[in-house]
């Protein structure tokens, strides 16, 4: 029988939709819970085991008591061992000294592949406590997700966790684990570093890829996509712009403060709100008849929605027709995706299908291409 030890970190995510850009730290915590922010990651790891137990294939899961684990594999039906008794049993109440204490168990138990989920910062957690040792597998639930560490989604990891109980064949190899500093970032400053590699499964249908940053060269390139935009926009309509390099570049065109990595409001031109998080996009776009959207694709992943941005939720998203979501992109940034469509992940079926489709992408002024977007399940 194959043994996987899963660690779940209970609050991953998080400060996402609270526009917190992470949840590092207590007192993050504490902001994200009073802007009314669930936890997620027990969920996002049921969507994985619910594909691990739907085939026919002996595994035991290790795991720690409660919201780190055991709550999950229970609701799966999977067969598993408690390894580890965290200081708290509630969701909110595990600290990072458990989560170090459960990977100092799982390896001393040797499973045949460690799960995670999370973000950066849980990467970066396995990394400095399992390194190489074990195989590992990221499943998606963090605000900041740049390591190639990790699966596309949680359905995705779990249909490889499905292969891999099933004993298909399966190459694993050295991936670098990034993280960046939360408290940069909320200042728009971002400092990516490498702090160490996993070994994780060689699979291009399942595992995404490392986030590409824009280079400095596409400058005047995002500088004719702001101006082909600004021809294009409509006096009355409300305007969410989402996060990058590429957007800023709109606000910059304005004359409007901005914040890079958030989601800012404006109409008729002028800022209404900076940097929103989800309540905030909601409350102000009440009652507005034409809500338009404007984002641009995480370069080497191709997502559009529901990763880096998780402000724009599903109840955002609701209030948005297909036809109002605008794409813009340099063409250095559409090589780094290729001929892979861009992707949306919001955990809920029905708005993931309502943006689906090809979508004509503003490249520079006056200059578009085609582009299919897709769900990612």
């Not at 061992?81 to 049993?89: A, Q």
Request: glycine residues 10%.
């Amino acid at each position: 029988m194959k043994t996987m030890a899963l660690l779940i970190n209970p609050i991953a995510g998080m400060g996402g939709r609270a526009g917190l850009k992470g949840t590092d730290g207590a007192d993050i915590l504490q902001r994200a819970l009073d802007l009314g922010a669930q936890p997620e990651a027990e969920l996002k790891a049921g969507k994985a085991l619910d594909q691990l137990a739907a085939v026919d294939a002996p595994v035991k899961v290790l795991v720690a008591a409660g919201a780190m684990g055991e709550n999950a594999v229970k609701a799966a039906g999977l067969d598993y061992e408690v390894i580890y008794e965290p200081s708290g049993k509630a969701a909110l109440e595990t600290q990072k000294s458990d989560t170090e204490a459960f990977l100092d168990a799982a390896k001393a138990a040797q499973p045949d592949l460690l799960v995670f989920v999370g973000g950066d910062g849980t990467a970066r957690d396995v990394c400095r406590k399992i390194g190489l040792d074990i195989p590992a597998l990221g499943v998606p639930a963090g605000v900041k997700i740049y390591s190639a560490v990790y699966a596309n989604s949680p359905e995705s990891a779990g249909r490889l966790l499905a292969e891999w109980a099933q004993d298909s064949p399966m190459d694993y190899h050295e991936t670098e684990v990034l993280d960046l500093d939360e408290a940069g970032f909320r200042q728009d400053e971002v400092d990516i570093q490498v702090f160490g590699y996993l070994r994780v499964p060689q699979h291009s249908q399942f595992m995404q890829n490392l986030k590409s940053a824009s280079p400095q060269s596409d400058e005047a390139a995002q500088e004719s996509i702001a101006l082909d935009v600004l021809d294009h926009m409509d006096d009355d309509a409300m305007y969410l712009i989402g996060s990058g390099t590429s957007t800023r570049h709109i606000m910059d065109e304005l004359g409007l403060d901005v914040t890079v990595l958030g989601v800012d409001i404006i109409k008729n031109r002028q800022l209404l709100v900076k940097d929103a998080n989800e309540q905030e996009i909601l409350d102000t776009i009440e009652g507005e008849e034409d809500v338009r959207l404007i984002v641009t694709p995480m370069g080497g992943q191709g997502y559009i929605l529901g990763r880096g941005n998780q402000q724009l939720s599903k109840r955002v998203l609701a209030h948005i027709d297909k036809d109002k979501l605008s794409i813009v992109a340099t063409p250095s940034k559409i090589m780094t995706i290729g001929t892979n469509p861009f992707l949306i992940y919001t955990m809920d079926d029905a708005i993931d299908e309502k943006f689906t489709g090809y979508y004509k992408v503003t490249t520079g002024y006056g200059q578009y291409s085609m582009h299919k977007v897709e769900a990612m399940k």
